[in-house]
């Protein structure tokens, strides 16, 4: 079992930046590939970000391609989330996943989820 706690979120202004975190407790988190989802009002959520076990390969929707940047400090059982130039779309709920796979976080099939932290872009 791995339980998964996001922090991070809140308002930001368009342009700005905010770094999410995902603490994650349980299992060995170096064990699991990790990745970031969100969900905006009257939306499915979407996949946003992903990164191996070992942090050597990461993955990013076309959306946030050069704003976005996912890290992981297994040491500090911690996933990173760098969000910069924010936009309005980006206006979500933030959750992150695990899975032994990366390829099961990228197609949404996380085994573990969080409970999110909202985002919100003022423009």
């Known amino acids: 079992q791995v339980q998964l706690v996001e922090s991070g979120g809140g308002l930001v202004q368009t342009g700005g930046s905010v770094r999410l975190s995902c603490a994650a407790s349980g299992r060995t988190f170096s064990s699991y590939a990790m990745g970031w989802f969100r969900q905006a009002p009257g939306k499915e959520r979407e996949f946003v970000a992903a990164i191996n076990r070992s942090g050597g390969n990461t993955y990013y929707t076309d959306s946030v391609k050069g704003r976005f940047t996912i890290s992981r400090d297994n040491a500090k059982n911690t996933v990173y989330l760098q969000m910069n130039s924010l936009k309005p779309e980006d206006t979500a709920l933030y959750y992150c996943?695990?899975?032994?796979?990366?390829?099961?976080?990228?197609?949404?099939?996380?085994?573990?989820w969080g409970q999110g932290t909202q985002v919100t872009v003022s423009s």
């Open positions: 996943a695990a899975a032994e796979f990366v390829q099961k976080v990228v197609v949404g099939a996380g085994s573990y």
